[in-house]
């Protein structure tokens, strides 16, 4: 190359940034606390910066407190490394993790964009609440991974949040510090990260005004739950539930402050805490152990006056939760394979003993025929009461008052065994990776190319979702709303839409499920 070329491509160089200039300066981006250096993923197509604070860290006083703002801090934060998940029992051996490991300083967030996007982008957001039973779980889970999701032109959010006893502890003192509220910390740390969304999301491509919340199992019950949460109101504008609805939150046992505060005093008092301040000086890792002893409470939201006013049922049933347009489902094997030992006598000895009279109701709709039928139907009931018909409750309340479009889908996709799973069942939890595209991060997994297939369509549908509130789209097969025929889109290697055929399932579970012992 002649030297006066190369001195004119320098001058070009300085005046408008080379590549490198360019990539150093989209990796740092002020936010409100200052500034962040993420690094670019996906093979540079996406930017990631991880382990930014939203909140304080609970520590000491703050334990048991609703999050307050974090620090500002000078010069640029590293943002390359997940920040500490939240402290937890580990009950689900499929989590795997990429952080450094467990600390009650973990409220932090983690933030995708496509690499080009800037403030005038204005890109939809995606907000992730990861599941575990309001127990478990972390942001940091590779099938969460944010190296996907951004190329098809969305930002996406994941968030830690104060899980178990750290996060939903509800005793009388905690009651009469607040003002007579105590609970749902983990709730209101969804709700801080909301807002820290809203005040610099527009720094990294993203649009504040056009926020999906989305989550699966417990953070879809937390989607549910954020709906008719008026703190969270105005702070989204659309929602997409996996797995799980919560309208049972303050009918169900243990879920109003009445029945916490007297069960939650005695807990805090068999570690020998005489008061609130003794309680939250105890080290976090003596706390955790005797929450996750056996037979200890569980901790979950509850109705506390404040955060939750009534039960969340009532909100809908009365049409003031959010009115947005929401996506949502559940999967074929939700409660697979714990029945598979079922025959078609002991199916039917099950019918009896739990429904009485109404045994041949149950089985013309769970029916047991054959063992073979019996199995499925065990499977089928099983997925219902553990998960599908929350879910269906939700959706079917939405419908009802939510003055928007609701899109039901049912997951049938059987996955293949891995490392964790047996394999070819559409098990709890096995859309993750179909949503995110990660089925790669899933060990010993062999993916067929309809799985692929699939995941680049679900993908689609969502991404879809969240710029328009309408998941249809060119190339994808149509997906109607869920009217009055109940429509379903059944996604599987053939995605198919067709009137839902289950209603009567649910409609005896309404009835029948909550009389028994």
């Known amino acids: 190359m002649r030297w006066p070329l190369v001195c004119a491509l320098a001058v070009i160089a300085l005046a408008f940034g080379s590549p490198a200039r360019t990539w150093g300066d989209s990796l740092t981006v002020k936010t409100a606390q200052g500034k962040v250096h993420g690094k670019l993923i996906n093979q540079d197509k996406v930017r990631a910066f991880l382990g930014v604070p939203y909140a304080a860290p609970p520590l000491g006083y703050l334990r048991w407190k609703a999050p307050e703002a974090p620090a500002q801090w000078k010069g640029k934060r590293d943002a390359t490394a997940y920040g500490a998940r939240c ?7 499929d989590m795997v993790f990429q952080d450094a490991g467990e600390s009650e300083d973990c409220l932090y967030l983690n933030v995708f964009t496509p690499a080009g996007a800037n403030r005038k982008s204005r890109l939809p957001v995606m907000f992730w609440i990861h599941g575990g039973g309001y127990s478990g779980g972390s942001a940091s889970e590779p099938r969460h991974n944010g190296d996907f999701l951004p190329p098809k032109g969305v930002v996406l959010v994941t968030i830690n949040y104060r899980l178990g006893v750290f996060g939903f502890l509800a005793t009388s003192e905690l009651a009469q510090e607040a003002g007579g509220s105590a609970g749902n910390y983990g709730l209101m740390d969804m709700v801080a990260a909301l807002e820290w969304v809203h005040a610099n999301i527009a720094g990294f491509g993203g649009d504040p005004g056009n926020v999906t919340i989305f989550g699966e199992s417990a953070g879809s019950e937390a989607v549910s739950t954020l709906m008719a949460a008026a703190p969270a109101q105005g ?9 799980g609805g919560a309208l049972g939150v303050g009918d169900e046992p243990g879920s109003t402050l009445a029945e916490r505060e007297p069960r939650d005093d005695a807990w805090a008092a068999s570690l020998g805490a005489s008061s609130l301040a003794e309680l939250r000086a105890l080290p976090a890792e003596k706390v955790l152990e005797a929450a996750t002893r056996s037979g200890s409470p569980k901790f979950s939201p509850v109705v506390d006056g404040k955060f939750l006013t009534e039960p969340v049922a009532a909100t809908y049933a009365a049409g003031k939760q959010a009115h947005v347009p929401l996506l949502a489902g559940w999967n074929r094997d939700e409660g697979a394979p714990l029945k598979e030992s079922m025959s078609a006598a002991k199916w039917a000895e099950f019918a009896a003993e739990t429904f009485g009279a109404h045994a041949d109701e149950f089985l013309a709709l769970y029916p047991g025929g054959s063992d073979e039928q019996a199995v499925r139907s065990a499977i089928d009931y099983e997925g219902d009461t553990f998960i599908a018909f929350g879910t269906w409750k939700w959706i079917e309340a939405q419908g009802k008052t939510g003055a928007q479009a609701v899109y039901r889908y049912h997951f049938e996709q059987p996955a293949p065994p891995s490392r964790f799973h047996p ?21 010993g997994a062999e993916w067929l190319p309809e799985d692929r297939k699939l995941s680049d369509e679900m993908m689609d549908y ?3 979702f969240a710029k328009t509130g309408d998941p249809n789209g060119a190339g994808l097969p149509a997906w109607p709303s869920y009217d009055e025929r109940g429509n379903v889109l059944h996604l599987n290697s053939e995605i198919t839409a067709a009137p839902d055929t289950t209603r009567a399932r649910y409609e005896f579970l309404k009835q029948w499920m909550p009389r028994r012992d």
Request: no cysteine.
């Open 235 to 243: 702070l989204f504008a659309r929602a997409i539930g996996e797995s």
């Open 462 to 464: 969502w991404t879809n």
């Open 87 to 93: 402290m937890q029992g580990h009950p689900y051996p």
């Open 423 to 443: 394999g070819w069942y559409a098990f709890h939890s096995d859309d993750i990776e179909y949503v995110f595209g990660t089925l790669d991060t899933r060990p």
